[in-house]
T-cell receptor, first 112, second 116 residues
Framework: GDSVTQMEGPVTLSEEAFLTINCTYT??????LFWYVQYPGEGLQLLLK?????DKGSNKGFEATYRKETTSFHLEKGSVQVSDSAVYFCALSRPGAQKLVFGQGTRLTINP | ETGVTQTPRHLVMGMTNKKSLKCEQHLGHNAMYWYKQSAKKPLELMFVYSLEERVENNSVPSRFSPECPNSSHLFLHLHTLQPEDSALYLC???????????????FGPGTRLTVL
């Protein structure tokens, strides 16, 4: 079945460091790919998405590129801030499907 | 009010109580979802409603009973819960028609449930 695997957390970085959170997926066909973020005490918010191969999703300085050849959708940010501390979830949905398949989440802590 | 709202935000209940969680979406979506988020566990999809019909029920114990009276409202009725049911319960909604937004879910802030 479909699945999403994220790098194990927690991840701790200093402010202004470069961030990569790895995400790989297994799915038939051409799924849409998503990154969601959950700030402390809140629900999940859509951060960015990509719907076809080689698409790049971007928002708030974060980027992720849909790589079909490596079945990956790694999240990157060039310079993180303390306010980026949160849990990040990678997810996929198959075309025409309503269900999202989530990874296990990666907790990110940014120290000043 | 916009987006997806959930009430109450926090709930403490005993094992013999009956309570309900409420979710409301103001996005014009036709699908709604209940998720359970426990510490150190992946997000668990509990129920899916599409056009007010339940289309998925992921082996959830009968002490959780969903209700979707219309496309904007979703309830989760709780009775005789166990302490291990303590978790954050998240509601989400999504469109069902084709287009860029298909497959994108929008989440509420969650209800933090503690069962004593």
């Amino acid at each position: 079945g479909d699945s999403v695997t994220q790098m194990e957390g927690p991840v701790t970085l200093s402010e202004e460091a470069f961030l990569t959170i790895n995400c790989t997926y297994t799915a038939t066909g051409y799924p849409s790919l998503f990154w969601y973020v959950q700030y402390p005490g809140e629900g999940l918010q859509l951060l960015l998405k990509a719907t076809k191969a080689d698409d790049k999703g971007s928002n708030k300085g974060f980027e992720a590129t849909y790589r079909k050849e490596t079945t990956s959708f790694h999240l990157e940010k060039g310079s993180v801030q303390v306010s980026d501390s949160a849990v990040y979830f990678c997810a996929l949905s198959r075309p025409g499907a309503q269900k999202l398949v989530f990874g296990q989440g990666t907790r990110l802590t940014i120290n000043p | 009010e916009t987006g997806v709202t959930q009430t109450p935000r926090h709930l403490v209940m005993g094992m013999t109580n009956k309570k309900s969680l409420k979710c409301e979406q103001h996005l014009g979506h036709n699908a709604m979802y209940w998720y359970k988020q426990s510490a150190k566990k992946p997000l668990e999809l509990m129920f899916v409603y599409s056009l007010e019909e339940r289309v998925e029920n992921n082996s959830v114990p009968s002490r959780f009973s969903p209700e979707c009276p219309n496309s904007s409202h979703l309830f989760l009725h709780l009775h005789t819960l166990q302490p291990e049911d303590s978790a954050l319960y998240l509601c989400a909604s999504s469109p069902t028609s084709a287009g860029e937004e298909l497959g994108t879910q929008y989440f509420g802030p969650g209800t933090r449930l503690t069962v004593l």
